[in-house]
């Protein structure tokens, strides 16, 4: 590409193709220097996941035909919701890069599509889309190569649709309302993906089925099954209309790229107009939990993932509503405050370099943390409160009272010193927030190791409730002061520990987020484990929560209370004498799954230099 730049050339605007040609070669090559560590392990488990996915596409167009525009809504949805659930999807090669180019707007979107499709994504979505031919094969040589256009114009339509939301939102999201907007729109889409069969079931009948069968094919993702399916020349005329869609994707993604160039870009609320409100007349952890609070205030990513959290917390169970299953609405604030501290738990990363300013102030470092963690609880505190509250009025379970009550301030509290302990101790290099891109929504972090972190949180926060929920066993109302009991002990010993850590290690901590994490000669990582433990160690920590948690402890506790709805956990559709033995097996795969993803690494850590290059 710089060769496009030399003072010969600068009048002159290179062609697409060679535009384009530079795009692929610049992507292959930054994916090419990325493979490193656990980036390849993450790189091959998701090539493999996303492979099986393809090939049961393609089994679904051979053995249950039916299906198949289901299933391409499916990809449709990931391609959509995919980048948004990753903060804005890969910034890899960003249009501010190559706004002093001498050509038009129009062609640099044209090659960053080009670039686009320089990775495995499309290529596994191009084999998932081969079922389109598979489809058209019932109605002969014909059908095939309409399925095989069709295939290749829905990929392309695909990956306009994402890359189009995803520069709508970039630009969209400048102010707290539109931020909280997609925090929604995001909190829904994950919600979808765990209880969207719920409205399914609901909805299901002949009336549902016919509407159904054609909303999947009015969607850009069943184009290709309608145009196989259409004779001659309505099916032509589709594909043609779907070529026309690309070329109105290309002219908006166009524009809304150039006015992603000339436009300001910035990660925060900039504060009014007029006299600064002054800091209140505090010191200590007041002053700081000030500080936190107008961030949290101000912070466009931090809204987001709050409004996710909270967003996911309310329609997960509105969605099991619609089959009747109300045993989850009373816990709606307790799933709000777990689902809070997995999108807050890298509060420091978040803050960039910040950190200096504490570390240059002697003896702020208990004052610190003690103020993020007040921050919290005011922010996430009050609003858990009330969905708890509001869950069980109307839901009227009357059985849930003692849960809710004694599990709340356990988990609020255990929340509020899980965030900041995992904050000093997992940290996750972020981008300063003035410096962030032109997506708002994008904290410039490693996706992977903050989804890792977030998985983290979701298990361990949990966890600080286990006595308040053993106390109800033994007696409804003894949770409550377990609860309370536990979750001070909670706050108080893990934040000493976290301001502990921040003393003795803020310099490196700083260093980290200013520099990456340092090579270190010798010592023996997670990387360096076989290819094949690799990859079962990141499957186990991607899918050891389903036996364990949904399928195994949750059934559990339905069998102990005599709750019959049996939703959609397997051990409660089968014969009462197999219903323990699944569940016991379920507990004992997701335990065997995290031993094997926690104690294989720490083997090769305990290990010597010479024992793990054989």
């Known amino acids: 590409m710089a060769q496009l730049l030399t003072p010969d050339r600068a009048v002159t605007a290179p062609r697409p193709p060679a535009l384009a040609r530079h795009m692929v070669g610049m992507r292959l090559a930054l994916m090419r220097n990325s ?147 997609v925090g929604v729109v995001t909190g829904t889409a994950i919600a979808l993906c765990s209880n969207g069969w719920a409205p399914l079931v609901a909805l299901g009948g002949t009336d549902s089925a016919a509407w159904s069968h054609v909303l999947v094919r009015v969607l850009p993702s069943g184009w290709g099954v309608a145009a196989v399916e259409a004779p001659w020349p309505l099916a032509v005329a589709i594909l043609v209309a779907a070529a026309g869609v690309i070329a109105l994707l290309l002219t908006a993604w166009a524009s809304l790229l150039s006015r992603r160039v000339v436009s300001a870009a910035r990660g925060g609320v900039p504060p009014r107009r007029g006299a600064p409100r002054p800091f209140p007349a505090a010191g200590g952890a007041r002053a700081a939990a000030a500080k936190e609070l107008r961030t949290w205030w101000r912070d466009l990513v931090r809204i987001q993932l709050l409004v996710t959290a909270f967003s996911y917390a309310v329609v997960s169970p509105l969605l099991l509503v619609t089959i009747g299953a109300w045993t989850v609405v009373p816990f709606t604030g307790l799933i709000a405050i777990v689902m809070a501290a997995a999108s807050s738990a890298n509060l420091y990363g978040a803050d960039g370099t910040a950190l200096w300013l504490t570390l240059m102030t002697p003896g702020a470092e208990r004052a610190d943390v003690r103020g993020r963690q007040l921050a919290w609880l005011l922010v996430v505190g009050p609003a858990a409160v009330v969905l708890s509250l509001t869950g069980l009025l109307v839901s009227g379970q009357s059985w849930a009272w003692p849960w809710v009550l004694g599990l709340l301030p356990a988990l609020l509290c255990g929340g509020a010193g899980v965030v900041v302990l995992l904050a000093v101790t997992s940290l996750v290099p972020g981008t300063d927030p003035h410096k962030r891109g032109g997506n708002p929504l994008s904290t410039g972090a490693d996706e992977s190791a903050e989804t890792g972190l977030a998985w983290l949180v979701l298990i361990t926060v949990p966890a600080t409730a286990l006595p308040a929920a053993g106390a109800v066993l033994l007696h409804p109302w003894a949770g409550l002061a377990v609860g309370v009991l536990t979750g001070a002990l909670s706050a108080w010993g893990l934040g000493w520990i976290a301001r502990r850590r921040l003393e003795k290690r803020g310099i490196e901590l ?105």
Request: hydrophobic share 55%.
């Open 35 to 181: 493979l490193r560590g656990d980036n390849v392990t993450n790189l091959y488990t998701g090539a493999a996941l996303g492979l099986i996915l393809a090939l049961g596409t393609i089994a679904v167009a051979v053995l249950w035909p039916v299906y198949l525009p289901l299933c391409l809504a499916v990809w449709l949805s990931g391609w959509i919701f995919g980048p948004l659930l990753i903060g804005g999807g890969s910034e890899a090669l960003r249009p501010e890069y190559f706004s002093l180019l001498p050509v038009t707007q129009g062609r640099i979107a044209a090659a960053l599509l080009a670039g686009a499709f320089a990775g495995p994504a499309p290529l596994i979505t191009l084999i998932a889309l081969l079922s389109l031919p598979v489809y058209g094969w019932r109605s002969g040589p014909g059908g095939v190569l309409i399925g095989l256009v069709a295939a290749v114009t829905t990929l392309v339509t695909l990956v306009m649709i994402s890359r189009v939301i995803v520069a709508t939102i970039g630009l969209f999201v400048r102010s707290r309302a539109t931020a909280a907007a």
């Open 510 to 614: 700083l260093n980290l987020m200013k520099h990456g994490p340092a090579p270190q000669p010798g010592k023996p990582a997670t990387a360096d484990l076989p290819l094949r433990h690799r990859i079962g160690v990141t499957v186990c920590h991607t899918i050891a929560w389903l036996p364990l948690f949904p399928q195994g402890l949750v059934p559990l506790v339905m069998k102990i209370f005599g709750i019959e709805d049996p939703v959609w956990f397997l051990a409660l559709h089968l014969p009462p004498l197999w219903q323990w033995p699944t569940i016991i097996f379920m507990i004992a795969t997701g335990l065997l799954m995290y031993g094997y993803a926690f104690l294989i690494p720490m083997r090769l850590s305990s290990s010597s230099p010479a024992t793990t290059t054989e």
